[in-house]
């Protein structure tokens, strides 16, 4: 009979230190799922807040250069509005094709998005292997 109830016990002990480390499991990895949620929310108002304004610096942007390249023209009116216009349109184009070649770089460089959560994973992964 004793041993019987050894066994037991020891199913028991068993079971609760199971059940114990899923519970634990379950909760680190509810709080890593947290941290996940919240960095996307923050990345997801960045990526939000730094296209409104893009936006708008686009506007601006767009309404100055017009009306610099209506000033030059209108400044050279008299004798040189085609060198005027030719000039202006090149630095446009020019600087547009800058431009989109340096925003192509940066979409392609990695952004490190989550970095938090898989540093605290890569740091969970280290505690648990021997």
Known sequence: MGAGMRDDDRRAGLFAS???GAATA???L??????????????KRKLFDGICLAAVAMIFLSTG???LCVFIVLLFWDG??????????ALCL????????????????????FNASTGELQK???????
């Open 94 to 113: 020019g600087l547009g094709m800058v431009l989109l070649q340096q925003s192509r770089t940066r979409l392609k460089s990695p952004s490190g998005i």
């Open 30 to 43: 509810h709080v890593r799922l947290e941290l996940l949620g919240t960095e996307l929310e923050l990345e």
């Open 80 to 89: 040189y509005r085609l060198a005027a216009m030719a000039s202006v349109s």
């Open 124 to 130: 969970d992964q280290h505690r648990v292997q021997p």
């Open 26 to 28: 379950l909760e680190l």
């Open 65 to 67: 250069l017009g009306l």
């Open 18 to 20: 199971l059940r114990k």
